[in-house]
Structure formats: structure tokens, C-alpha cells
């Protein structure tokens, strides 16, 4: 009986600590405490390289760029080119498919061994704050294609091309709501009558958003 009980302790302190369990409370900690509205800026950086992301989000989307220095991101790995906007949900994302479904390294998981990603996730509000992505040879021993490889004879690997990534959220801070003129704009241009001009003077124009 006692076995049994430290059996279930064991697994479930395992299970809480597994990547995937990580991922599931912080993800639910930003959907309690996180904001809609935020701006956010992004560093990310290779060896010989990093650029930056200053992006507005308003109610979970992408509403403005102040500054990206990342479109031609040489990104390692099989998503190369320009890269995604970096927004909360997308690190989510990113950190989602690194740990459920990770890509092999550019000389395959027989050599190489899965990317795999390091993850810190703010304390507060849960999103990811950091992503580290490395080659990961110690599971070559998780695939098939390893252990027919040390029976087949296969040549030795070559020595491993990908110097990894990281991905840091330098600041995320709450924006203020949009600020609504339409009535103020109602207010301020009241229609012209009849008996001033033949046609009603038309209405000027104003932004309904002050940014």
C-alpha cells in the first residue's frame, strides 16, 4: 500500500514538472492574469546575430509594428526565412511545437538528435519569457533509425551544424484602451440648417482612436 502511494506521488511530481504540464499552467496563468491589450518587445539572437520585434496587440492580434529588425531572420532549422511576429500566442505556439513535436537537427536525429527548446515563463502573469533551442544527442536513443544505424555499418556523423537560438522577451507592458471620440465628434459638429445654407455643410473628420 505504502509503495503504491509513493508510486503516485512520484508520477504525478513528474508529470507536474514534465515540459508539457509547464507549458499547460503557464499558459492558463496568462489566460487569467495577462492582458489583451499589450506592447511587447522581442530579441532574438544567434551567434553573429540578433534583431528585435516592438509590437502592439490589441485583443490578441497584431495591431502595429514599431520597429522589426527580424524579416530576413536567418532562422535555423526547417522554418527559415522571414520571421513570425512574435506575439504572446505565438511563443505559446513555438514552445507548444519545440516540445510536442521537435525537428531533427540539420544532420537528423541519428546524428544529431532532436531541438529541443529550454523554456522560463514569467512568474507572474505565465507567458514565456525565454526560449532556448538546442540539438539534444543524448535522445538519439528515442528513434528507430538510430539503433539500425549502429548495426548497418552507417558513416559517422558529421560534426553538428546548428549553433541554436534564443528567444527573450525584453519588456511586455499593459496598453491603454482606446480612446472613443464618437460622441465627443457628435457633439462638437452640429449639422447646419436649412435656412444657413441650401445643402447641410458636411461633417469634418476625425479619428475615432487616439493611439
Do not use: H
Request: charge should be negative; proline fraction near 9%; include cysteine.
Amino acid at each position: 500500500m505504502l509503495l503504491g502511494v509513493m508510486l503516485a506521488v512520484a508520477a504525478y511530481l513528474a508529470y507536474r514538472s514534465s515540459p508539457i504540464s509547464q507549458l499547460a499552467e503557464a499558459r492558463a496563468r496568462w489566460a487569467a492574469n495577462g492582458y489583451l491589450d499589450y506592447r511587447i518587445v522581442v530579441q532574438y539572437q544567434v551567434p553573429l546575430y540578433s534583431c528585435q520585434q516592438d509590437l502592439e496587440v490589441r485583443n490578441g492580434e497584431l495591431d502595429y509594428r514599431n520597429q522589426d529588425s527580424c524579416s530576413m531572420t536567418p532562422i535555423m532549422g526547417s522554418n527559415q526565412g522571414i520571421m513570425e511576429m512574435l506575439t504572446v500566442a505565438e511563443l505559446f505556439a513555438r514552445a507548444e511545437r519545440a516540445i510536442s513535436a521537435p525537428e531533427c537537427g540539420p544532420n537528423g536525429c541519428i546524428c544529431d538528435g532532436p531541438i529541443i527548446v529550454d523554456v522560463v515563463y514569467d512568474s507572474a502573469l505565465g507567458y514565456p519569457q525565454r526560449l532556448d533551442y538546442r540539438v539534444s544527442p543524448e535522445n538519439r536513443w528515442r528513434y528507430l533509425e538510430f539503433w539500425l544505424s549502429q548495426f548497418s555499418g552507417a558513416p559517422p556523423c558529421r560534426p553538428v551544424t546548428y549553433v541554436g537560438q534564443s528567444i527573450t522577451v525584453v519588456t511586455l507592458k499593459p496598453l491603454k484602451p482606446p480612446v472613443n471620440l464618437g460622441g465627443l465628434v457628435d457633439n462638437l459638429t452640429p449639422e447646419a440648417t436649412t435656412e444657413d445654407a441650401g445643402t447641410p455643410e458636411a461633417k469634418p473628420t476625425f479619428p475615432l482612436t487616439i493611439r
